[in-house]
C-alpha cells in the first residue's frame, strides 16, 4: 500500500517509522511517502498560509499550495482517496480503518493553526476525517494515528493472530476485548481469575467470550 502525508514536519515521523508495527511492514506492505507543502509552494519565501479573509485570529493553508502539492506529486488530479484531517470531519472509526487499510493508495492532508482554506476540503480531498471531538494544534498526530492504525492492518505488521481479536473487531462483535493478566498470580491481594490458571482451555475460551465488553 501506498501512504502519502502532506505535512509542514516530514522530520516530526522519524519515531513513528521506528516504531514496530509500522517499520515491520515499511518497505514491503507499506510504502509512507511525507511531502512538505514548502518543497512545492508557488509562493515565495516557502509560505503556505495567509490570513483569513473576514478578519479574525490565526493562519489558513492555501488552497493554492496544497493543489500544487498535490500537482507536482501526482502530475493531476489523485484518483485514490485524498483525505483532509480536521476537527470537522467524521469521526475514525476501526470500520474506517479497515475501509482505508484495503486500498491501494491514500493521501493525508495535515493543516495547522486555523486550518484548512475550505476549498481544499471541498475540492482537492474527497473525504475530512477527525480523530475525535476536540481540537489538536496540527493534523500531524491525527495523521499518525492513521498511519499506525493503518500499518497494524496490513498483512505481516502483527505476529499470527494478535489482530483479529480485537477491541471493535468482528470476531469480537463489534465489543471491547476481554481483560488480560500476567505474573504475578497475585499482587497486593489482587488475584488472577482461577480460570485463567487452569490451563483448561475450553473454559478459558468460554470465559472470554463472557468477558467482551
Ligand atoms: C487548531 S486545528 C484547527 C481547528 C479549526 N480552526 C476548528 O476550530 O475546527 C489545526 C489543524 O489541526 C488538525 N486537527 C486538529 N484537531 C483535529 C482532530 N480532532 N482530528 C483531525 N485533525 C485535527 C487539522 O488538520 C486542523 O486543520
Redesign the pocket.
Known sequence: MQLDVFTLVPHAYAWLTEQRPVATVLGSELDLRLFSYRDSTPLRAAQVDDEPYGGGA?MVLRVDVVAAALDAAYGGEPAHPVI??????RQLTQATVEQLASERHVTLL???????DERIVEHLASDA???????????DL?AMILVDAIARRLPGALSEGSGELESFSDELGGGLEYPHYTRPAEFRGWHVPEVLLSGDHARIESWRKEHVR
Request: charged residues 10%; aromatic residues 12%; proline residues 12%.
Open positions: 490565526g483532509a484531517l480536521s476537527p470537522q470531519g495535515s493543516a495547522r493553526f486555523e486550518g484548512f476525517i477527525s480523530v475525535g471531538p476536540y481540537v489538536l494544534s496540527n493534523g491525527p
